[in-house]
């Protein structure tokens, strides 16, 4: 089985990959569950709810059956989404951060516009939240990669780094 997650700022490709990537090499795309939950709360929420989007993430993430599994999120963005407008994460969040959940983290770049969306909260400041994202991804030694450029772009890199994934 490979784990893969998609991560990086608000509006930067995220879902569009994550799913081209399932559909591309057939593995089951596991959605974002901040959004479902979010729009539930009409993007009124507090900081123990981060705990339930991420209780609901990882059951989607392990309750697959799927060889490959790429995930519309991970952990990190929970972390730092907590950091930035809480200024602390929880240690339930911490906890998932540290383990190994993921085989690979693709890190979007902002390097596309930003898209209107009534659950986003960050439009003017992607490019200092990437490098956030880039930071603890290294200090936690996470694999990963960067892409960016075009979604064909983007697709081709990511297949690429899958495909050296082994079982």
Known sequence: MIRVAITGPE??????LAKAISEKLNGEYIPEFAREYLAELKGKYKQSDLNEIARR????????????????????VLDIWSNEKYGSTSSYIEDLIINKYFDLHILCTPDIPWEEDPLRE???????????????????????IIVEGSHEERLKKSCEAI?????
């Open 11 to 16: 509006s930067t490709g995220k879902t569009t």
């Open 57 to 76: 993430q990882l059951g989607s993430l392990l309750n697959s059956s799927a060889r490959l599994r790429i995930s519309d999120t991970d952990f990190v």
């Open 122 to 144: 960050n439009p003017n400041d992607r490019d200092r939240l990437f490098d956030l994202y880039k930071t603890r991804l290294i200090e936690l030694k996470k694999p990963f």
């Open 163 to 167: 495909g050296t994934i082994s079982l």
